[in-house]
């Protein structure tokens, strides 16, 4: 294992939470910046030949043998993602008025997508609406979540992959800790693990990005041993006083949870954050309606305050495969994969859930 000291300067401007580490000489600071310092621990277990000199501007990596086109992943994500925005939106909007038991949800989440735009307290990207929304102050939101004495004790942290936690995720990484953090919407895989001795030096950045993740993490299977002692997820409004949760409307992070659930990696003892704004605090989600697959929140972190919900809503208990479509499950992989595990295992088939209108996830071209 070799030690590394960099250098790393930024401006106010810049959205990067700084960790200092005791007893390293302070770096000179110039006109207008301020020196950070931090370590990473690097081993040299991967290659990643650039064809341009400079490393920044690299679009092709090397993961286990296969190679990432940087400009069609990141190409084919955005279209997917639009895609999917635009099918939200349609089922938000045919929800309107009509007796869908989700459209409760699809009310409060409009409301704080449209406050963040208008207010001007949404960042990129924009608009925030159909996603786990960007704030002014994120970074804030994560220093306060990287004292947490449960972060602190941590070994292993799960992120979601948004763009409002990236900052969690450089701090877990930056920390010793090891990041699990979930392929986009699951589509092209399950979870990847990160650690630091992982990522080339000058390169933490990049690897709390989507494309990071698939180009320095290891990807890991259902049968994967790990312990998993925080989880970090992203949502769109949550109850202060109730832990109640509502993210985006696609149900990543239920299956998410689910699966690691099933796995035996977390349980219920495992506590649950989430980083927002204050705007985003609301009262009025209704526990009474929320599914017994829907995750609560334990912790609250916002730029300005932490708070420990006290939840007495249940966490849930695996994936409840009466609640999963058919069309949910032709577009995840690795949950058909599981299926077909237990199913196996129990010589029972497991029932299926109603049909649904999902977004065009699914077809995807093989990038790696």
Known sequence: MLLYTYRVTWTPATPLVSRSIPNLAAFPAGAGRRSLKFVLFSVPIRCFPCASASPDRCNVGKVEGSTIDRAAYEAERLRLDAAARDAMAATASASEGSEDPRSWKWRIRKRIWDLMEGEDIARNPRPVHHRIPNFVGAPKAAELLGRLEVFQKAQCVKVNPDSPQKQVRFLTLTDGKTLL???????????????????????????????????????????????????????????????????????????????????????????????????????????????????????????????????????????????????????????RELKKLIEKETGQILPCGPSEKLPPTAQRRKLI
């Open 181 to 335: 953090t979930p392929q986009p919407r699951l589509r092209t895989g399950f979870f990847s693990v990160l650690e630091s001795r992982m990522i080339p030096p000058g390169s933490i950045m990049e690897a709390c990005s989507s494309f990071g993740f698939a180009k320095y993490g290891k990807p890991i299977g259902l049968d994967e041993r790990i312990k998993v002692d925080l989880l970090v997820i992203g949502s769109v409004a949550v109850g202060p006083h109730t832990g109640a949760r509502l993210g985006k409307g696609e149900g990543f992070a239920e299956l998410e949870y689910g699966m690691l659930r099933h796995m035996g990696a977390i349980d219920d003892s495992t506590l649950v954050v989430t980083s927002v704004h204050d705007k985003q605090l609301v009262d009025d989600i209704p526990v009474e309606k929320l599914l017994i697959h829907d995750v609560p929140v334990d912790i609250i972190c916002t730029p300005t305050q932490v708070i420990y919900t006290n939840t007495a809503i249940p966490k849930p208990q695996g994936i409840y495969w009466d609640k999963l479509s058919p069309e949910k499950l032709s577009q995840i992989r690795i949950l």
